[in-house]
């Protein structure tokens, strides 16, 4: 599991706000232990770039069904019962199956695994903001030069991390990588 400690100072960096759930707000709609703690105990970031915005779940915890049901749509998909985690302009919606505890990218009506598991999505997080905190920090790892291959070791990384939710979900992180650090 993501070490809190390295996540949150990861996020300190540029003061993103961690968010952490309430358990007994999430109730039924996260039974899976090891995401229901990751949640409750090391939280979300409340964005990462301007590419991922996070949905507040430490005040109000929603399925998808839950969330549309509020905008006044009723016609059903087959994520409606995960739990609704952020959403991107391009990327698509991020889901969290709260009984697996798999996450989900939904764009143009097609499911996508991105993560075995909530921890490796947080690990992947935590990855890309210290790439960008580096880039930040240090002139030369923002030279385009020098970025192509900051997002080739990331990528490389993430095989390493979660092989299985990298042979469907390459390609999202391929693309959110590239939004942020080249705005693609």
């Known amino acids: 599991m993501t070490d809190p400690a390295e996540f949150w100072s990861s996020f300190a960096y540029d003061g993103t ?9 999430l109730g039924e ?5 090891s995401a229901m703690k990751i949640l409750t105990e090391i939280g979300l970031p409340e964005q990462l770039g301007y590419e991922l915005f996070f949905f507040p779940i430490h ?3 929603l399925t998808w069904g839950e969330f ?3 905008l006044g749509r009723s016609e059903s998909t087959e994520v409606d019962g995960f739990l609704y985690v952020a959403a991107g302009d391009d990327e698509g919606i991020i889901f969290l199956d709260g009984a697996s505890g798999r996450m989900y990218s939904w764009n143009g009506n097609r499911k996508l695994l991105i993560n075995r598991t909530l921890a490796e999505f947080t690990e992947f997080l935590r990855l890309i903001r210290e790439s960008m905190n580096a880039v930040e920090e240090s002139p030369s790892a923002g030279d385009p030069g020098h970025l192509p291959n900051l997002t080739e070791r990331l990528v490389e990384r993430f095989h390493e991390i979660d092989p299985e939710g990298m042979k469907e979900g390459c390609d999202y992180w391929k693309d959110i990588t590239g939004r942020l650090f080249f705005g693609e």
Not at 29 to 33: L, S
Request: aromatic residues 0%.
């Open 17 to 25: 706000p961690i968010r952490k759930a309430d358990p007994h707000k």
């Open 68 to 70: 549309r049901r509020q």
């Open 29 to 33: 709609r996260v039974p899976n232990e």
């Open 59 to 61: 005040k109000e915890p």
